[in-house]
């Protein structure tokens, strides 16, 4: 039997919260053993994890992520998305990186205005 992993060593492994855990199985993501209140999490739940949480960091939506994941019967190892999806979010974040420079370049200049001695 391959070895099962509760949801607070689950929540340590991937630098999650239990409450994140338990709203990806509330929305069909994930679907850990139960054993009356404890949940007991498979190779396969760990794997979606790990695609969920990558899915995140490439800044697609959780609606998104649910649409590429499927509805959890086939076993998926990758995030499954169009050339098409990709390009646009591509544009999507290089916008985002745009707007962050633009806001970092406004705090520095304000910081450095804060920081100066007073001229007198």
Same mark, same amino acid.
């Given at each position: 039997?391959?070895?099962?992993?509760?949801?607070?060593?689950? @929540?340590?492994?991937?630098?999650?919260?239990?409450? @994140?855990?338990?709203?990806?199985?509330?929305?069909?993501? %994930?679907? *850990?053993?139960?054993?009356?209140?404890?949940?007991?999490? &498979? *190779?396969?739940?760990?794997?979606?994890?790990?695609? %969920?949480?990558?899915?995140?960091?490439? &800044?697609?939506?959780? @609606?998104?992520?649910?649409?590429?994941?499927?509805?959890?019967?086939?076993?998926?190892?990758?995030?499954?998305?169009? *050339?098409?999806? @990709?390009?646009?979010?591509?544009?999507?974040?290089?916008?985002?990186?745009?707007? %962050?420079?633009?806001?970092?370049?406004?705090?520095?200049?304000?910081?450095?205005?804060?920081?100066? *001695?007073?001229?007198?």
């Amino acid at each position: 039997m391959r070895a099962l992993a509760s949801i607070g060593e689950v @929540a340590r492994r991937f630098g999650v919260t239990l409450r @994140a855990l338990r709203f990806y199985e509330s929305k069909g993501l %994930i679907h *850990p053993l139960r054993d009356g209140h404890v949940r007991y999490y &498979g *190779p396969r739940d760990l794997v979606r994890i790990e695609l %969920i949480l990558k899915g995140k960091q490439l &800044g697609f939506t959780l @609606a998104e992520i649910i649409s590429m994941l499927g509805d959890g019967r086939a076993q998926v190892t990758e995030l499954m998305f169009s *050339p098409q999806q @990709a390009l646009a979010q591509i544009r999507h974040l290089e916008r985002q990186h745009r707007s %962050i420079e633009e806001a970092l370049a406004d705090l520095r200049k304000r910081y450095y205005l804060m920081s100066e *001695p007073a001229t007198r």
